[in-house]
């Protein structure tokens, strides 16, 4: 009897620690190329929930970097399979040692609120939606055409950045290079904007 109540206890408590991650993966993103006039650019809501010193904002890249140094994207661990979406073989991405570099506490409370934000965006050509708190700064940019997609989408990108590059103590971005292109990353708090020569 004991033994069963103990299985039961334990199996509730592993159901309630993996229900976030399972509504996470149940909301798939979107990204595709925006057809039309494309409004003023406008910045992702911030969700009510979110802690104090949370912003988000439209800005233009800024820092050109070379596609000379991109890497093809593939998952290191077993879990990150699980908790993102499947790398298309299109996607490359590259870490950069950053002093300082963000804490990697503060990327992850930026791609829980990106996540929780539900929000869907059209991004001009060469713009970009910045997401801020503490030391760090992520950003999804479109680099060649406007585009539109939804948080969900731009949150499963900064987790495979985060995963690949800030919990190593780097910043970096991944690029996706089929139409629409775009790249998202992490950068230190207030650092440029970089972008991709691949349209």
Do not use: H
């Not at 233009?60 to 699980?82: A, F, G, I, M």
């Not at 503060?106 to 929780?116: W, Y």
């Not at 910045?130 to 030391?135: A, E, I, K, M």
């Not at 939804?150 to 190593?168: H, K, M, P, R, S």
């Amino acid at each position: 009897m004991k033994v069963s109540l103990v299985t039961a206890l334990f199996l509730g408590v592993v159901i309630a620690l993996e229900t976030p991650v399972l509504e996470r993966r149940a909301r798939a993103g979107t990204l595709r190329e925006f057809n039309g006039a494309a409004p003023p650019p406008r910045a992702a809501k911030v969700p009510s929930s979110a802690p104090a010193g949370y912003k988000t904002s439209v800005a233009t890249t800024n820092v050109k970097l070379s596609t000379d140094s991109l890497t093809p994207t593939t998952l290191r661990r077993r879990e990150d399979l699980v908790e993102t979406r499947q790398v298309s073989a299109s996607d490359f991405f590259e870490c950069y040692n950053a002093n300082p570099a963000p804490r990697p506490q503060d990327c992850d409370v930026i791609v829980d609120q990106v996540s929780s934000s539900n929000d869907l965006l059209i991004v001009s050509a060469s713009s970009c939606l910045v997401f801020s708190f503490g030391t760090c700064q992520a950003f999804f940019c479109s680099l060649c055409t406007t585009l539109t997609t939804d948080t969900n989408f731009i949150a499963d990108q900064l987790d495979i950045v985060d995963a690949l590059c800030v919990e190593g103590g780097q910043t970096g971005s991944i690029v996706g290079e089929d139409s629409p292109q775009w790249d998202a990353g992490f950068t230190y708090a207030g650092a440029g904007l970089p972008f991709y020569d691949v349209c």
